[in-house]
């Protein structure tokens, strides 16, 4: 699922939903407030989302995501 929510929209919605939280706070947080702030309706956030829980939690994971380092893939060759 993670591929309709990327894109010109998801990162929006993400800066909206990261910019109300500050400013508003988590409990006053609504979709249509995100979906105005986005540009967009609040359909479209439920579409791509379903809820506002579910956007907040893929803004979280994307902060995350953000913040850590990649993880090696490849083992260490032993020194020489």
Same mark, same amino acid.
């Given at each position: 699922?993670?591929?309709?929510?990327?894109?010109?929209?998801?990162?929006?919605?993400?800066?909206?939903?990261? *910019? #109300?939280?500050?400013? !508003?706070?988590?409990?006053? %947080?609504?979709? $249509?407030?995100?979906?105005?702030?986005?540009?967009?309706?609040?359909?479209?956030?439920?579409?791509?989302?379903?809820?506002?829980? *579910? #956007?907040?939690?893929? !803004?979280?994971v994307?902060? %995350?995501?953000? $913040?850590?380092?990649?993880?090696?893939?490849t083992?260490?060759?032993?020194?020489?």
């Amino acid at each position: 699922m993670a591929s309709t929510r990327s894109g010109p929209m998801s990162t929006h919605v993400h800066a909206a939903g990261r *910019e #109300l939280t500050a400013e !508003v706070g988590r409990d006053a %947080l609504t979709v $249509l407030l995100i979906a105005q702030r986005a540009g967009t309706t609040p359909s479209t956030v439920c579409r791509r989302w379903g809820g506002l829980q *579910e #956007l907040l939690s893929d !803004v979280a994971v994307e902060r %995350l995501r953000g $913040l850590t380092p990649p993880r090696a893939t490849t083992a260490r060759r032993p020194p020489t």
